[in-house]
T-cell receptor, first 111, second 116 residues
Framework: SQELEQSPQSLIVQEGKNLTINCTSS?????LYWYKQKYGEGLIFLMMLQKGGEEKSHEKITAKLDEKKQQSSLHITASQPSHAGIYLCGADGDYGQNFVFGPGTRLSVLP | DTEVTQTPKHLVMGMTNKKSLKCEQH?????MYWYKQKAKKPPELMFVYSYEKLSINESVPSRFSPECPNSSLLNLHLHALQPEDSALYLC???????????????FGNGTRLTVT
């Protein structure tokens, strides 16, 4: 079955700094999704990537899906305290079954 | 604001109680999901409904009973739960289970369940 790994597990940055979160899949990714979760709340859909080499941006967040389609990166430019939370990557599982999540990256942004 | 609404936001129940969690979406999505999330863990899939029919049950104990009365509503009936069932229960919907690879899941804010 497909498994997702994320790095780093947690990240503490100073406000204004750039950062990158990585998501690596054990199998080829056909659809890669990034979500953000505040503690105790639901997941907020950020972006979906489908094609190798695809890159999407939303405000100061940019996500890429690499050409070999087994890794995605999420980059935040000039981080703000509002960016703090848990970032989870998700992907379609085998044969379209089970939407699987990575373990998450916990981001703290210090003012 | 999320377009998937879950009620209640918080629920405390005893091990002998019967309660229900409710989820509603009005985006015309035909697939709905229940996830369970423990602290500091990613969400784990419990059930998937596609076109109002149960399509996936991830070996969930029978004390959890899902119901999909129509395409907009999803319930999770709870009975004789254990303290280890305490968690955040998340509902999600997507446009179409069959084309899930082009259809992101949209989540509600969850129900925080505590079993005493």
């Amino acid at each position: 079955s497909q498994e997702l790994e994320q790095s780093p597990q947690s990240l503490i940055v100073q406000e204004g700094k750039n950062l990158t979160i990585n998501c690596t899949s054990s199998k080829t990714l056909y659809g890669l999704y990034w979500y953000k979760q505040k503690y105790g709340e639901g997941l907020i859909f950020l972006m979906m990537l489908q094609k190798g080499g695809e890159e999407k941006s939303h405000e100061k967040i940019t996500a890429k899906l690499d050409e070999k389609k087994q890794q995605s990166s999420l980059h935040i430019t000039a981080s703000q305290p509002s960016h703090a939370g848990i970032y989870l990557c998700g992907a379609d599982g085998d044969y379209g079954q089970n939407f699987v999540f990575g373990p998450g990256t916990r981001l703290s942004v210090l003012p | 604001d999320t377009e998937v609404t879950q009620t209640p936001k918080h629920l405390v129940m005893g091990m002998t109680n019967k309660k229900s969690l409710k989820c509603e979406q009005h985006m015309g999505h035909r697939a709905m999901y229940w996830y369970k999330q423990k602290a500091k863990k990613p969400p784990e899939l419990m059930f998937v409904y596609s076109y109002e029919k149960l399509s996936i049950n991830e070996s969930v104990p029978s004390r959890f009973s899902p119901e999909c009365p129509n395409s907009s509503l999803l319930n999770l009936h709870l009975h004789a739960l254990q303290p280890e069932d305490s968690a955040l229960y998340l509902c999600a919907s997507s446009q179409d289970r069959g084309s899930i690879r082009n259809s992101p899941l949209h989540f509600g804010n969850g129900t925080r369940l505590t079993v005493t």
